[in-house]
Every structure is written in C-alpha cells, then in structure tokens.
C-alpha cells in the first residue's frame, strides 16, 4: 500500500462539502454570493487548523469548472496555501465530464496549494494518537470499491465519495448502501441536503451536506450550512455550524417558486427544469449553461446536439 500522499499527521478530518465558488452568482443568490462563500471556506480552514484536523473538501469546490476569472484563483491560492487542503474532484469540477489541465481546479493544483484527489484509491495515511487511518478516494465517474484488502494496524478505513447514493428520501440513487468489507466509512459529497447516516454491516455511509444554500426554496430557507468532523472512533460525524448569513441576506424577499408536488408527473422533469429556469433567469446569463451541465447525460446521443446548439445560439466556444 502507497497512498499517493504518504502520511499526515492531525487529530481527523474537517470535511467540507460542495462550496460551489463562483465570480457570479448562480440561480437566484444576490451579488455577494462569492464573497459569502469565500468567507465560509476560510472559517472552515481557520477551524481546522485550531483543532488539528485535516481540512478535506468532498468536491465541487467551483460552480463553473473553467473560466472562472483570475482573480477568483488568485483569492483561492492565497487562502488555501497555509493548509493545503484535500481536494475531492466533483461533477462541477469537471469541463463535459472530463477532468482535464483547463479545468480551474487544476490551475490550483499546479500552484501547489491543493491536494488533489483525481485519480480513485489509497490517498494519504491519517496519523492520529489513536492509530492510523487509510483515507481512500472515488472521484466522480469512478466506482466506489466492492472491497478492499486492508493492511494490519489500522484503525480505520475512509472512502470518500461523489455520487448518487441511496440515502434515505434521495430520488436518483445509482449506489446501494451496503457492507464493504475491509471499508468503515464511506463519506460523501454531491448529496446537497444532509441525509442520517447509515450502518450497513461493517460500513458506516454518511452524507454531511454541502455548506452553501444554492436554491431559493423553503428546503434553503430551514438549512442550517455546517462542516463535519471524523475522528477515530466515533459513530457519527460532528457538526459544525459555519458561520453565515440570514436567508434573505443572500436570496431576494419575495414569494418560492411552485413546489415539484404540484406539477403534474406526466411532465417532462427536462421541460420542468427549462420552465423553472425560465423562472429563476438571471443577469449573468449562465443558467442555461448551468442547466445543461446539470442535466445533460454526455452518453446520450442527443447530448451533442443540444450543446452544439447551445454554442451556436449564445456564441460561446
């Protein structure tokens, strides 16, 4: 076994889920969205490093995946480069489902102020005072392992994930909770809402949710946006609440959008979303391209053509 980072020492992990960083707002958040949420990553890394825990980000760092604007990296590289964090790659992360040297999370890798977790396996060593733990990674569009062959001596296995998985009340499951054998905990990202977390056998899966409220809907209104903690031993993640603003400090007053319960299920969910995009149309005109990259499944045939013609209405490269 030789974890593609070797050891670290700390007392955990401070695990952080899904930022979405963005020069422009996305949806429906008012124009303070990136400074808000740059504000949330640096309390995270501040809290980390007062408890000694590992800062790790469980993907989708950016909103946009490339093109993000020079100063946003240069904001980005001087907060993260006193803690170095481990980076999980997500499907934002990514330009059309590909992790490529374009992409905006590769900018930070290059300036060395990132860990980055892009290939699936064996991470780093956790070296704690209660024993070490193997910290494994499965980024988007990498299966989560059936098993794994543990060494001697360690007090914990982790994978962390960024995927649709079967959490209760969760509507697109494509992984079943299960016992992996040789595997404690399976920890993912990409799940927004936070979803109890679950023991199956040996294997514990939890699914913190992500620290940003990206919709306007009464779901945002109630979230309370936290970080977790892992430490060996435990049965569950601490929370952590991360400090931020009132609801309607970062989303207009005005009346929610109609509930999906209302809308008839005969329904296309695709035309669904083009009528909620219509709703929630903003000034940087980047829905539709949100949209698409949200929705589009890049093995379907007619996923092309749609972003051909995307390109050629909006003139974008």
Known sequence: MKPRYGSVKGNGLFLVADPHVAANPPGQRLNSYCADILDKIEACLKESAKRGLVPVFLGDLFH??????????????????????????????????????????????????????????????????????????????????????????????????????????????????????????????????????????????????????????????????????WKPGIDDLEKWTVPHKDFYDVFPDQDFPPEEAQVPLSESGFLRGLERLAWKRTSEGAGLKQFLTENLNPEDPESDLIWKLYKEVTNAE
């Not at 993000?68 to 489902?97: S, T, W």
């Not at 990132?114 to 499965?138: C, V, Y």
């Not at 062959?149 to 969760?170: C, K, M, Q």
């Not at 514990?204 to 945002?220: D, E, K, L, S």
Request: aromatic share 10%; hydrophobic share 40%; proline share 8%.
């Open 64 to 229: 946009w995946p490339r093109e993000n604007p020079n100063k946003l990296l240069v904001d980005l590289i001087e907060l993260f480069r006193d803690y170095r964090p481990f980076i999980l790659v997500g499907n934002h992360d990514k330009y059309q489902a590909r992790f490529t040297s374009d992409v905006s999370l590769a900018v930070l890798e290059v300036a060395g102020v990132i860990r980055l977790m892009n290939e699936p396996g064996e991470q780093f060593i956790l070296q704690t005072d209660q024993g070490n733990a193997l910290i494994g990674a499965a980024p988007d569009g990498f299966p989560i392992p059936k098993s794994y062959e543990r060494e001697e001596g360690l007090v914990s296995v982790l994978w962390l994930t960024h995927h649709n998985i079967a959490f209760p009340d969760y509507e697109k499951p494509h992984y079943s909770i299960k016992d992996i054998p040789g595997i404690d905990w399976v920890i993912n990202g990409h799940i927004h809402r936070p979803k109890d977390t679950v023991k199956k056998g040996s294997t514990t899966w939890a699914n913190p949710g992500n620290i940003t409220r990206m919709v306007f809907c009464r779901g945002a209104l109630e979230k309370i946006p936290q970080a977790s903690i």
